[in-house]
């Protein structure tokens, strides 16, 4: 099993910058796929960014140039890194890691006053 812990979330004004972490703990047999999701009010989740097993990263065109994703293998963990936060990123946001199945983490809420 594995276990994934978000950190960082909070409230933050427009324009400003959080960064969120993620931790990974249980059996982790290689270096995986991660990445982040969020959800707003009302709304489906969505991908945000994930980053490959080699480091590659990727990100939806909602927030492309404004977050970055980033890992550090020797700590299993994945960090999201988001400047210039617009009110429309209001949102819980979650961690995953792709090991045989999907793993979620619990998730941490974000929220961008204007």
């Known amino acids: 099993q594995v276990q994934l812990v978000e950190s960082g979330g909070g409230l933050v004004q427009a324009g400003g910058s959080l960064r969120l972490s993620c931790v990974a703990s249980?059996?982790?047999?290689?270096?995986?796929?991660m990445g982040w999701f969020r959800q707003a009010p009302g709304k489906q989740r969505e991908w945000v960014a994930t980053i490959s097993n080699g480091g590659v990263p990727n990100y939806a065109e909602s927030v492309k140039g404004r977050f970055t994703i980033s890992r550090d293998n020797t700590k299993n963990t994945v960090t999201l890194q988001m400047n210039n936060l617009k009110p429309d990123d209001t949102a819980v946001y979650y961690c995953?890691?792709?090991?045989?199945?999907?793993?979620w983490g619990q998730g941490t809420q974000v929220t961008v006053s204007s």
């Open positions: 995953n890691m792709l090991q045989g199945r999907l793993y």
């Open positions: 249980g059996i982790i047999t290689s270096i995986n796929p």
